[in-house]
């Protein structure tokens, strides 16, 4: 996928999020976008780096990139959503795409990939970046319908009441 597929992902998938945190659609539900929206898309943008210097799809196209991503925020307390982005790019190229993630690079240059997808200018990549985006915020939402029941059964569990 390019770059405007990448941003059109981020941008729905922050909405998206925006509305399973904050439901209302007032003020907290808007300024929930923009909270989202910000880091999401910098981290869809961020493994694309690589396309000026390192091995496109393969120096920040791997686990290693997204672990760093994720434990940034435990050690320097900022940019806690941008890993998302970096997560769904990395979705996104894997099943919108013709083309593999060197997932495990440098140790393995070996491309990982889905036999879906279309190459990126498609005339489809549009269509294809909303249906991956609609898959990502139906997991995202059934995980927030889930964590309440669970966190329930659980506190009832550790009463003794379950």
């Known amino acids: 996928m390019n770059k405007r597929e990448h941003v059109i992902n981020a941008v729905a998938l922050s909405v ?8 209302t659609g007032d003020a907290t539900t808007a300024r929930a976008i923009v909270g989202y929206a910000v880091p999401v898309v910098l981290g869809a943008l961020a493994p694309d780096i690589d396309t000026a210097f390192g091995s496109h799809r ?21 940019l806690e959503l941008v890993w998302i982005g970096v997560a769904t790019h990395f979705v996104l190229d894997l099943l919108g795409s013709k083309r593999g993630l060197a ?16 190459r990126s200018g498609s005339r489809y990549a549009t269509g294809v970046t909303l249906a991956v985006t609609a898959v990502e915020l ?11 029941r669970r966190l329930l059964e659980d506190g009832l569990r550790a009463a003794g009441v379950f």
């Not at 998206?16 to 439901?23: N, R, T």
């Not at 997991?139 to 309440?148: D, G, R, S």
């Open 103 to 118: 997932l495990l690079y440098p140790l393995d240059s070996a491309e990982f990939d889905f036999p879906v997808g279309v």
């Open 16 to 23: 998206g999020l925006a509305y399973l945190a904050h439901p």
């Open 138 to 148: 139906a997991i995202a939402a059934a995980l927030v319908a889930e964590a309440p």
């Open 58 to 78: 393969k120096t920040f196209h791997n686990l290693a990139t997204l672990g760093v991503f994720v434990g940034y925020p435990l050690y320097f307390d900022n």
